[in-house]
């Protein structure tokens, strides 16, 4: 499910027919009325976006079946630089994220809404810091130009679709980004990974005493 109906032609062409660009609460109602619910729901880098977490959670509880399971990530707050990076890029501040979780406020928020659960510390790769360094000094104008020129934005194809001349371009650029911001990249992981990384995962299970309401 998801509000782009782009992503959603994305899955189509992949051969995931029951892809939705349903909001959550019609897919509930959609779901609901056919009597269908779930034993397990995913929500990655979902739950930061929410503006009211308790019809967000309530609408999930009502999709699962009885000890159904949940699993999903969020950013996590603690990250190493998180103040620079709210400045720089304004994408962890309203309109994009209402709130900011560590593994505790959303291991008890999960907790306090009826789950069984775990939240676990992730590590991040080499390549995400790398990209992370790009748009810091590139710009992200400098960065969506570059994917326009190499990109068909009418495409929702994968790198496969794209001409053979840029196919090797990119290959190019993406090699000399690397290659340039490697160390920095690799500092800029230790410091990630000793602050409790990038993002924080989590699963869990539906208490048998939860009721659908």
Request: glycine share 8%; proline share 2%.
């Amino acid at each position: 499910m998801d509000f782009d109906e782009k992503n959603v032609r994305a899955a189509h062409s992949r051969r995931i027919q029951n892809a939705f660009a349903y909001s959550l609460n019609d897919f509930i109602d959609y779901c609901l009325s056919r009597y269908v619910r779930f034993d397990a729901i995913t929500f990655f880098e979902v739950i930061e976006h929410q503006d009211n977490l308790h019809d967000f959670i309530g609408g999930i509880k009502k999709l699962l079946n009885a000890g159904g399971w949940i699993a999903g990530s969020a950013p996590n707050r603690d990250r190493a630089f998180a103040n620079i990076t709210r400045r720089w890029e304004g994408q962890d501040t309203p309109r994009h994220h209402f709130f900011w979780w560590n593994k505790k406020s959303l291991q008890t928020f999960l907790h306090l809404n009826g789950f069984d659960a775990d939240v676990l510390v992730t590590r991040v790769d080499l390549e995400t810091t790398i990209g992370n360094l790009a748009y810091f000094f590139l710009g992200s104008k400098v960065i969506r130009k570059v994917r326009g020129f190499i990109f068909d934005p009418t495409e929702t194809g994968s790198h496969s679709c794209i001409l053979g001349h840029k196919s090797k371009l990119l290959t190019l650029l993406k090699t000399m980004r690397y290659l340039f911001l490697l160390p920095a990249g690799m500092a800029l992981k230790l410091s990630y990974d000793r602050s409790g990384g990038l993002s924080l995962y989590f699963q869990g299970k539906l208490k048998a005493y939860q009721l659908r309401t």
